[in-house]
């Protein structure tokens, strides 16, 4: 069978360097098909382990099929797909081989049987995103993407740090599930929360995602923060430390996006939000719990693509990307603005959207451990996700004020693509057996029931009630808000800036010193050997025969002591 | 040339009593499907309705409180680090 030895993550790579040469219908063609090549693999597969070897003496499984490793890898060869008929437009020619390399390696990560191999697939990530962030080709987004690349590679110290450690103490390459009972284990969650946008270091997300292009942010939500998700599900599943980590992420992604102006950002904030749903999951850990936290994956990746594809067409179409700019673009965008706000509704886990049926599950599992902080945590939560990204997105892009843009419908390609994604918001809230059919354990559970659709749609609509009530406390600013990386952006440049000022004066102090102490070397130079000074005067002959004596005198003398 | 219905005050003044209807609906909703509580304060009438309004409130407060401390003009990075 070819899926024993074509490796799907490779695959996607190997297209995307292909994609760098080609052009017109033949680059279409590989964008098109080389993801579905590898959804068509990674479905057939049989389980187990498919590619195993020894490199540079570690026992490594590049290859490796499960459950979980399915399920993501599944979404992820969607999504390539889905983001590649996005971005066919794009002028930028570099921006789809990179997302090829990231994407492929993405999905390289997820189908690693062992620590090693998920290492490289996880620096190559970080490659392949930097080079996406870095095609959208303006100044902005070269410092982002060089901050972004700093946060990430000190994710990858954390990380290669603990799997040394782990591997020296064990002697086992295998990821499997871990106990935080060792700095190694500390430091390699460490490396997966950086990349899950967790607090400290959250601000590297909505910092960087929001420069790239237009398409490019719409494979940049998907891969990197989910294939976290995806190694925090495998090696720490029931870890309690994550439900709080995740509930800060949960709440500061609210309060982040509530006061945002930039489309974009107010999307990525979200993404940190969301991802703080399924760590919660992950911290829960029943089999209930971690269904929910992959689910939510599954589900969260499409509809925030579709966000992100609809707010790509808006800046695509208009060049604007603040709500101050934006609004009343329903009239003559009215695709974009249906699908933003099936995107919307399925954020917001509206009933008969993907978001129901999946987040659903984590909310239960919190119900059924008896963690009532927790649930109600997350059903404050479930009301600030539509607060901040259900009705905010929408409501300042597509309608509020009338901005009296009159930009059209973006080309056909990316109306495809958010049809597509659109469809599966819906579709897969309805018909959500195929979904739950991939989860890693085998589940009954049914959404739907009276009172969960009246409890959520009640959270929900009045929570709308409270967006509109509160609408004038809500009106964008042409502000930002300060998040972590200030103390990067700014306070650590003025220290070195201060720094540099302290050398400086330093060294000025010293060069006046040294230029001190030279010129009084001069002076006795020239005072001894100068024109007129004693060692160069020409001397008479009778003084030079005056000194002959003396010194033949002298001689005489020594000669007879 | 007259704006899009759904820009008119008359629409407008629809969709808010429409909306109004549907709230009043989903809470007597509760009362048509069988409950089964986790928590007893699910049990309270009307739970997720002013749960749901009092933790937007408390969101939104908390955010403008954030913003007295936090917030900048949004070319607040751009100068220094053009100059950097």
């Known amino acids: ?561 | 040339m007259q704006d899009h219905w759904l820009a008119r005050d008359s629409s407008i003044r629809l969709l808010w009593r429409g909306f109004i209807v549907v709230l009043a609906l989903t809470v007597l909703a509760e009362f048509f499907v069988s409950q089964h509580p986790h928590f007893r304060v699910e049990s309270v009438p009307g739970f997720g309705a002013w749960y749901g309004f009092l933790a937007c409130a408390g969101l939104i407060l908390f955010a403008k409180g954030l913003a007295m401390f936090l917030k900048r003009p949004d070319t607040y990075y751009e100068k220094g680090e053009r100059d950097g």
């Open chain 1, 1 to 561: 069978m070819a899926s024993a030895f074509l490796h799907p993550g490779l695959l996607v790579v190997v297209a995307g360097f292909a994609l760098a040469l080609l052009g017109g219908r033949a680059r279409a063609a590989v964008a098109l098909l080389a993801p579905l090549a590898a959804l068509y693999l990674i479905l057939v597969a049989p389980t187990g382990v498919a590619w195993s070897g020894s490199w540079l003496g570690f026992e490594v499984k590049p290859l490796a099929y499960d459950p979980l490793s399915r399920m993501f890898g599944v979404v992820f060869a969607i999504m390539a797909f889905a983001g590649a008929l996005f971005a066919l437009n794009q002028k930028s020619r570099l921006e789809l081989p990179a997302a090829f390399v990231y994407a492929g390696s993405a999905i390289g990560a997820v189908l690693a049987g062992d620590l090693v191999t998920l290492f490289v697939c996880w620096e190559l990530m970080a490659v392949g995103s930097t080079l996406v962030i870095w095609t959208a080709g303006s100044v902005t987004a070269y410092r982002a993407s060089l901050r972004y690349m700093a946060i990430h590679l000190l994710g990858g110290v954390l990380l290669f740090a603990g799997i040394a450690g782990h591997v020296a103490a064990t002697g086992s390459t295998g990821f499997d599930r871990m106990a935080l009972e060792s700095p190694a284990h500390w430091l390699i969650l460490a490396g997966f929360l950086v990349n899950a946008g967790a607090p400290p270091l959250s601000a590297w997300l909505p910092d960087a995602y929001p420069e790239a292009s237009w398409s490019g942010m719409v494979f940049l939500s998907a891969f990197t923060t989910k294939t976290a998700v995806y190694v925090l599900l495998r090696g720490f599943p029931g870890t309690e430390l994550l439900i709080w980590v995740g509930l800060i992420m949960v709440f500061y992604g609210i309060v982040y996006a509530l006061l945002e102006n930039d489309m974009r950002r107010i999307l990525a904030y979200s993404i940190v939000n969301q991802v703080g749903f399924m760590v919660v999951g992950i911290g829960i850990g029943t089999e209930m719990a971690l269904n929910g936290a992959a689910a939510h994956a599954f589900t969260h990746i499409i509809y925030k693509a579709l966000l992100l594809m609809s707010a790509g067409s808006v800046l695509y179409a208009t060049q604007r990307r603040k709500c101050t700019d934006l609004g009343g673009l329903f009239r003559t965008m009215p695709l974009t603005a249906v699908c933003g706000t099936i995107g919307a509704l399925a954020i917001s886990s509206f009933p008969l959207t993907s978001g129901f049926v999946s987040k659903s599950m984590i909310s239960q599992a919190a119900g059924d451990e008896h963690l009532l902080w927790v649930w109600l945590a997350l059903a404050a939560a479930t009301a600030g996700v539509f607060l901040h990204a259900g009705i905010k997105f929408p409501w300042f892009v597509f309608f509020q004020k009338d901005s009296g843009l009159r930009p059209d419908e973006p080309p056909l390609n990316m109306r495809l693509a958010m049809l597509l994604f659109a469809a599966l918001c819906i579709g897969l809230g309805i018909f959500y057996q195929p979904l739950y059919a991939l989860l890693p354990f085998s589940t009954d559970y049914v959404p739907y029931t009276g009172s969960h659709v009246v409890v959520q749609l009640e959270l929900l609509l009045f929570s709308g009630l409270a967006f509109f009530v509160m609408l004038p406390m809500l009106q964008r600013t042409l502000t930002i808000t300060l998040d972590v990386d200030w103390f990067y952006r700014r306070i650590a440049p003025a220290l070195v800036g201060a720094g540099a000022l302290a050398l400086r004066a330093m060294g000025e102090t010293l060069g006046a010193a040294r230029d001190g102490g030279v010129r009084r070397i001069e002076a006795a130079a020239h005072a001894l050997h100068g024109p007129q000074a004693i060692l160069a005067r020409t001397w008479t002959t009778g003084g030079m025969a005056m000194w002959a004596a003396l010194l033949l005198g002298a001689y005489l003398v020594v000669f007879y002591l």
